[in-house]
């Protein structure tokens, strides 16, 4: 509803001050979408697609040609850009997406789970930008399915469920209005074997589980756990 391609049934939204329907032409000059599916062209460049894709939105052929050069070095595939994107990866592909959507320099942009099945390389290139496009000053709106991701990119979180916003607000303020038990994870160098019966012997502590080289602690108590784990 936010990008225009739904009509809401009932309510308003606007973005960037403008009214979802009624100004939808409006808000699309001002938004960048990266769907879920790709609107790129396989038998095409990477560099052929954003010069095609500024063009769609009145960027000048000056602008589109450093935007372009400049976005394709961000996301590290300047040395493929005229390689056709049939050949390239995954995660490869959905850096060029990015890439597309900010060929017109939007003010918002609404990323469907960016770094879904990515490779570990393409996730950080993708976060590390988003990083730096926020502190730029862009709107950035994402949704995902990964709870580390959405505690180190976004300021504000919303969790929804079956269609309705559950509960909303800073990362650090959701985890901490959290009630009940707690896991600490911990890896140690060296020889850890008595870690397990270290902790078992600490009334907060509910249960200690190893998992290859790391131990799941169990609490109530997180904080008096960490102190103790440091004596340790």
Same mark, same amino acid.
């Given at each position: 509803?936010?990008?225009?391609?739904?009509?809401?049934?009932?309510?308003?939204?606007?973005?960037?001050?403008?009214?979802?329907?009624?100004?939808?032409?409006?808000?699309?000059?001002?938004?960048?979408?990266?769907?879920?599916? &790709?609107?790129?062209?396989?038998?095409?460049?990477?560099?052929?697609?954003?010069?095609?894709?500024?063009?769609?939105?009145?960027?000048?052929?000056?602008?589109?040609?450093?935007?372009?050069?400049?976005?394709?070095?961000?996301?590290?595939?300047?040395?493929?850009?005229?390689?056709?994107?049939?050949?390239?990866?995954?995660?490869?592909?959905?850096?060029?997406?990015?890439?597309?959507?900010?060929?017109?320099?939007?003010?918002?942009?609404?990323?469907?789970?960016?770094? &879904?099945?990515?490779?570990?390389?393409?996730?950080?290139?993708?976060?590390?930008?988003?990083?730096?496009?926020?502190?730029?000053?862009?709107?950035?709106?994402?949704?995902?399915?990964?709870?580390?991701?959405?505690?180190?990119?976004?300021?504000?979180?919303?969790?929804?469920?079956?269609?309705?916003?559950?509960?909303?607000?800073?990362?650090?303020?959701?985890?901490?209005?959290?009630?009940?038990?707690?896991?600490?994870?911990?890896?140690?160098?060296?020889?850890?074997?008595?870690?397990?019966?270290?902790?078992?012997?600490?009334?907060?502590?509910?249960?200690?589980?190893?998992?290859?080289?790391?131990?799941?602690?169990?609490?109530?108590?997180?904080?008096?756990?960490?102190?103790?784990?440091?004596?340790?």
């Amino acid at each position: 509803m936010l990008t225009g391609l739904t009509k809401p049934t009932s309510g308003t939204a606007k973005v960037s001050g403008r009214d979802c329907v009624r100004d939808c032409l409006v808000v699309r000059r001002k938004i960048g979408v990266v769907s879920e599916t &790709s609107n790129l062209y396989n038998e095409m460049s990477a560099w052929d697609n954003l010069q095609f894709i500024g063009g769609l939105y009145g960027v000048d052929k000056t602008t589109r040609t450093d935007r372009a050069k400049r976005l394709l070095e961000a996301f590290q595939l300047y040395e493929r850009r005229n390689d056709r994107l049939v050949g390239y990866s995954k995660g490869m592909k959905r850096r060029v997406r990015i890439a597309a959507a900010l060929m017109h320099d939007p003010e918002v942009l609404f990323l469907d789970e960016p770094t &879904s099945g990515l490779d570990v390389q393409s996730s950080r290139i993708i976060r590390v930008l988003l990083r730096e496009l926020n502190k730029q000053g862009m709107t950035i709106f994402l949704t995902t399915h990964y709870i580390d991701e959405a505690d180190e990119l976004c300021g504000r979180v919303a969790i929804i469920r079956q269609g309705s916003v559950v509960v909303e607000g800073a990362p650090e303020l959701l985890k901490s209005s959290l009630q009940g038990e707690h896991v600490v994870e911990v890896a140690l160098d060296g020889n850890d074997s008595d870690l397990e019966v270290f902790l078992k012997n600490e009334s907060v502590v509910n249960e200690v589980t190893k998992q290859g080289d790391k131990y799941h602690v169990h609490t109530v108590d997180p904080n008096s756990v960490i102190k103790r784990i440091v004596e340790f």
